[in-house]
């Protein structure tokens, strides 16, 4: 293991708990020498740690945007932080390569230990249309977007004359019962009553929020009296439950889901479609050369990877042997003890010590239902309501990393109990120029008289054209669509409605104006598609 | 003036002081009757009112972000609000169109009064690139990104090894040296000199701001002593004022200013260029067919526009002359007497009582300097230092609409002089998939060896392909470049530098992939560019 004059190099990939704490642990219990001997690098996708278990506080507004969050570099002061998307782990040269950010240049690391807590990714390939129109509910911007969709659907429902519009932009659909889909939706459902108070136009019966649940009953993770509990009180508020159903489809209209027992289809038409299940393997994890146990990295319970000197990983993307014989679930409090003990089998084996195993089980488990409630299960003991939520808190605050946030987290909490909530919507996010979409059979591309804002090519299946209510052509696979309306100020002459299931791309006006002028080739395509259409292709010149 | 049975209706459009005051005034001086008969509706482009004064602290942090905005609906209760861009406003007819939102329809609204309070648009068309390469400092979301900028250099310097590229990426550029530049300035320099510490790669004196005026002193609004204070106070914090120097263009690589003493022009080579200068009249108001006045419409000292009934107009959009013989000037606190003015003599209209003319002719002027430290003129009396800076802060809490925020900013000020400051990069900007580019003469679009990751599409001007620095061929309007290194993860073949002063449309990776595949007449066009270029057109299908 000798570097000879070289100092050690210790690569942390991942800035979550379970890396960030690693760094942590590694700068603590390194003596000065070695602080001049071992370099500590971590790659992280954000410049911040995320504090999980109060996002669903920041879709409320209870805590404000930047409070769940913490600066890695204010955690682990010594190390050097990469801001960068990793694009190649390489075991056998041992290098890792990140992505060009600003200057269009890749970058190689080089290390001697490899310490890999990538986590998982949301698994979107299960359920069609999931990735075209479900908000997922992982990251930090996945809460901020979550927020401003549900005031943007007040606003929306406040000045909409359609009741089924109205009440389709006030349905939410939560997919997944586990923690995250329960606090989401009490967090949610709170904010969505409490706003709603600031629209006298809008009447609160037409606020939905469904929770769609595979199992047969919610939190699988907590015994069956605080599911029953917690299903009572989130039913009490207003939230609509639906156990055994699953989220079949998503579509621009809604949710498609599947009665388990009856076997039925439902479409729920819903603006917004929130997932927070299921995760899948990290696509960097499973090009990894070394074993891995159902897409997580095999782990010994020292966390060291076997025939892989050096290499380590812990959290979520490793499968890590607990004394009790069980995989270590993939929570916090998991990673964090794992941190601890891949930081100290690390220093130990550069000082040619002792490794020691992972020998943590678990305290407990802590649901928070919001509007001051919750269900936890610690150290045996069950708690619900008001004590439940008054533990939930001291314990998350008193956990969470950064004295100053856990200041600023207090005031939040404070401050929520005093004022009103937020209702602003910041609308920073862009619409995406180019975006694929998802249709169910038989549901409205668009319609005849609408405003033509997009033009579509259909990657997989078909649609019809309606004149007037009659059909009257069907185009499939490599056609475009929805070009003429585009082109002028005009609405739609026709409704497209999809004949199947079909996938599309969609091109914004912007954007599509852009490549017509700027692209070759594009306009005498577009021309002859127009000349097809039996429109007059010189209307394309008001494009430019 | 009689509506017979129908209600009164009062359209006022603009979310702004001038706009969101009226509506407030309003409310509160109809009476109950009154209040049956009048109906009210705003529309604002935001669901909520910016305070623009303090929209330079969201960019050190000392603010949280929402907080420098309030819910109009909280402040104009009554009031029905639309979240909508305009699209035509109809004198004759007396109506208002608005954009379409999530369904593709528009909507029409009537009025019986109209208040147009549209405000001003930045002015992108007198410097080159600046639409292209420039933050604007406006809106909220500029504050945002401007924010993100910051500490994203931050992140990207500290792992930068050319220190040429890392000075770029320290070095920020402001134009305009008014009071918005100014505040600006002071509290971006703030923030990178604090935030610097976190970065112990990064060496402070590399962080450099540059502040440019065309005119021969800063704070041109203020009187000749106040801003030579304020001249030192910022260039003592490390601000670097350029005193007639107007920002000449703007390009990817930074800033092109001349000298207007020596006419000499300068590139600063930098990675963020801010303009705070100079407005343009709102383009809905410029198609209005009633009188204007340099851009502005010409209003009576009533707000009252001559010879449209109905029709009133304040603010910064509208040309309010002053009983001292002076337009007013566009600011807040003008905006909110001319909203007291305006709802006056709408409600008097309608009653058939007398109209009353706008009488303020201004209180002072104060800007901050950051830091605790402030200039002030306030009816006559000069102040600097931190007294200016202890009354700006008490007279804008004061003045902020709403009770709650007011609470809410004393706690963030409280909470700014105990915690460290936030560097945190909330990165839920896109970026342009579709994106327009302006390069100098001279300036290289990108360099060999570099990773490939657009395609661009030359709109004016022409570009020079270099080969191991030998200039290979040049190419011009209308002719597209970087299409090999799109295809596949190689490093671009030859490096493309600017031959003249030319205008791009870029196309990014994953935006031009889902163009080739999914928009006829595309591919074949680039597979002809590829084979005149002597690339194996094969290589296309590696784009799906």
Excluded at 3 to 19: N, P, S, V, W, Y
Excluded at 446 to 475: H, N
Aim: net charge negative.
């Amino acid at each position: 293991m000798s570097t000879g004059d070289r100092k050690q190099r210790i690569l942390i990939l991942g800035g979550g708990f379970a890396g960030v704490y690693t760094a942590m642990f590694l700068e603590k219990a390194m003596t000065p020498a070695e602080r001049e001997q071992i370099e500590v690098t971590i790659v992280s996708n954000e410049n911040y740690i995320v504090f999980q278990p109060l996002l669903p506080e920041v879709i409320s507004g209870t805590i404000e945007t930047l409070h769940c969050i913490t600066p890695i570099r204010r955690l682990a002061r010594r190390a050097t932080l990469y801001t960068r998307q990793i694009e190649e782990i390489n075991l056998l040269k041992k290098t890792v390569r990140l992505a060009p950010e600003y200057r269009p240049k890749p970058i190689t690391l080089e290390f001697d230990h490899l310490v890999i807590g990538l986590g998982t990714r949301l698994n979107y390939d299960l359920v069609p249309g999931m990735r075209e129109h479900a908000i997922p509910f992982k990251y930090l911007g996945d809460a901020l977007r979550l927020r401003n969709e549900a005031v943007g659907a007040l606003e929306e429902a406040s000045v909409e004359t359609d009741p089924a519009e109205r009440r389709k932009l006030l349905t939410f659909v939560i997919g997944g019962g586990g923690f995250s889909g329960v606090e989401c939706i009490a967090e949610l459902n709170d904010f969505m009553r409490n706003a709603v108070k600031s629209y006298p136009n809008i009447d609160e019966r037409d606020v939905r929020c469904v929770l769609l649940q595979s199992a047969e009953r919610i939190l699988p993770e907590l015994g069956e009296d605080l599911a029953a509990y917690a299903h009572h009180i989130l039913e009490d508020r207003g939230v609509e439950i639906r156990l055994n159903c699953r989220l079949k489809a998503v579509s621009a209209d809604g949710a498609i889901v599947m009665d388990k027992d009856t076997k039925l289809d439902e479409t729920i038409a819903a603006r917004t479609i929130v997932t927070t299940v299921p995760s899948a393997p990290h696509p960097l994890v499973t090009s990894l050369p070394c074993e891995l146990d159902r897409g997580r990295i095999k782990v010994t319970g020292n966390l060291d990877v076997a025939d892989w000197p050096g290499v380590w990983s812990l959290g979520d993307c490793a499968a890590v042997p607990q004394k009790d014989g069980i995989t270590s679930p993939p929570t916090a409090q998991h990673a964090l003890r794992q941190a601890k003990t891949c930081a100290h089998n690390i220093l130990a084996t550069i000082r040619g010590q002792k490794l020691k195993p992972f020998a943590f089980t678990g305290l407990g488990k802590l649901a928070s239902l919001g509007h001051r409630s919750a269900v936890a299960e610690v150290l045996g003991i069950k708690m619900k309501g008001i004590i439940a939520w008054l533990f939930w808190r001291t314990i998350y605050l008193s956990k969470f990393p950064g004295f100053d946030r856990q200041i600023r987290i207090g005031v939040d909490w404070l401050l929520d109990i005093l004022l009103p909530r937020d209702i602003t919507q910041v609308r920073i996010f862009q619409d995406d120029a180019v975006a694929q979409e998802h249709f169910h059979a038989g549901e409205f591309i668009f319609d005849q008289g609408d405003f033509g804002d997009k033009l579509y090519s259909i990657v997989r299946g078909s649609v019809e054209i309606l004149k007037d209510g009659e059909s009257v052509a069907v185009i499939s696979e490599g056609e475009v669509f929805g070009e003429i309306a585009l082109l002028e100020d005009s609405p739609r002459t026709a409704a497209i409605r999809a004949q199947t299931d079909v996938d599309l791309v969609s091109f914004s006006r912007p954007a599509f104006k852009q490549i017509v002028t700027h692209l070759p080739g594009v306009r005498p395509t577009i021309e002859g598609i127009m000349q097809k259409h039996g429109v007059d292709p010189s209307v394309l010149h008001s494009a430019e």
